[in-house]
């Protein structure tokens, strides 16, 4: 009854996605590009390609080693990569070029989805991490078009709002080929949600391998850098630019060659970012300006794409976002990947499996506050051999966790 009455409700609304998406593109510029995508129209092709969704950068970075390990394994099979947003977007067309054709995945509306599947004929679909789309599912199962959620988490705030909609969600989970989780908990949680089929598979991301070139970029950084100490403060949201601006005042104190490198979850933000640290009187130069970090500057601010890992491998520090504010983090694997010393906020829902497992392992630093980022910043500023240390032990752990990629394409061989 529930996944009829959404099919229904959706419909309706599809008036009001038009008047959304054109406020969205108003705001954003961005969103101007490919907007027709959204509603479904998208070129027609025959060659029934594997599509791959991974919604936002985060998502795309993750997907990131399987899509090269697919190329690898099955050369000769199209893919087809859709996400949600540009940055996603920007980010993967950035590391794969044209060996994928890129979309936008449309609206979950039941014309939309229609029109999509019919020109673009998948034989398979991967869904990275936690997107549900009931109409979508329903759509695919009718078309006969397995679908897979792959890297699959679920945090326990989420799986206490989805039981909110079970009646909505349990059916769209049972129209799943397979969820691949990345932990026990995960599992059990989508088995609480109604999913009749899942297995752990670990997650994907720990299979990233960091280019040569990656690297290089990094050591690039640091000599523009001036032999400064580099505080990276990645994938941040509103409210913990903030708290950044104000820790640098205190630490410059003790380390005036400190240098915030300061990368916002969405670059599109920019500008008020720029206000809010001027307004506290802070020095700051933009990425996408190209400027040069002076022997004044305090904050050069990443407004661009794809560059998290460039500038990880560039820091001394790494503090991840999303975790000071109540979002529910971000994942910390790409600067463990680096073996950079790496810090969190309290906020971890979205990864606490894995948070709880780098801390046991004493590859992070969990704060409670930005007192604690403060105090512990300090202490590894004082003593870099201790922050090496715990660089290394994240390094060390991250080298031993290898093996999803592996594990998903021995779930998905029947289907290719």
């Known amino acids: 009854m529930m996944p009829r009455l959404y099919r229904l409700l959706t419909r309706l609304l599809t008036p009001l996605l038009l008047l959304f998406t054109w406020q969205r593109m108003l705001r954003r510029p961005a969103y101007r590009a490919h907007w027709r995508e959204r509603f479904g129209w998208v070129p027609r092709r025959r060659d029934r390609p594997l599509w791959i969704h991974a919604v936002s950068v985060g998502e795309g970075m993750a997907a990131l080693p399987l899509i090269l390990a697919l190329q690898e394994r099955y050369p000769q099979l199209p893919i087809l990569l859709t996400s949600t947003t540009p940055g996603g977007r920007q980010v993967l067309r950035a590391r794969l070029g044209d060996s994928v054709q890129q979309l936008y995945l449309p609206y979950d509306v039941p014309g939309a989805i229609a029109r ?16 549900i789309w009931p109409n979508l599912i329903h759509a695919a199962a009718q078309r006969h078009i397995p679908l897979f959620l792959l890297n699959a988490r679920l945090s326990a705030r989420s799986l206490q709002g989805y039981q909110r909609w079970q009646g909505l969600f349990a059916p769209a989970l049972a129209g799943l080929t397979q969820i691949a989780a990345q932990s026990t908990a995960d599992a059990e949680r989508f088995r609480a949600l109604g999913a009749p089929r899942v297995t752990v598979a670990g997650q994907l991301k720990l299979d990233l391998q960091i280019r040569p070139e990656q690297r290089q970029a990094g050591a690039m950084w640091r000599e523009r850098f001036a032999g400064r100490r580099v505080w990276v403060f990645a994938s941040t949201h509103p409210g913990e630019e903030e708290l950044a601006a104000d820790l640098l005042s205190t630490l410059q104190t003790e380390f005036p060659d400190l240098l915030l490198v300061l990368i916002p979850r969405h670059p599109e933000r920019a500008e008020e970012i720029v206000a809010a640290l001027q307004r506290r009187g802070r020095r700051v130069v933009r990425r996408s300006l190209d400027a040069q970090v002076a022997a004044d500057t305090q904050v050069f601010l990443v407004d661009s794409f794809g560059e998290v890992i460039d500038f990880c491998a560039a820091a001394d520090l790494v503090v991840m976002g999303g975790s000071f504010v109540p979002h529910g983090g971000h994942n910390p694997l790409e600067p463990a990947a680096l073996a950079k010393p790496v810090l969190l906020g309290p906020h971890t829902e979205n990864f606490a499996s894995l948070v709880t497992e780098m801390a046991a392992a004493e590859a992070l630093l969990v ?36 093996g999803a990629v592996q594990r998903s394409l021995q779930l998905l061989a029947p289907y290719l």
């Open 116 to 131: 999509f599947l019919e020109r673009q004929q998948p034989r398979l679909g991967l869904f990275l991490e936690t997107e």
């Open 367 to 402: 704060c409670a506050d930005g007192n604690g980022l403060r105090e512990n910043l300090r202490t590894l500023l004082h003593d870099p051999a201790a922050a090496k240390a715990l660089g290394e032990r994240a390094g060390t752990w991250f080298a031993g966790q290898s």
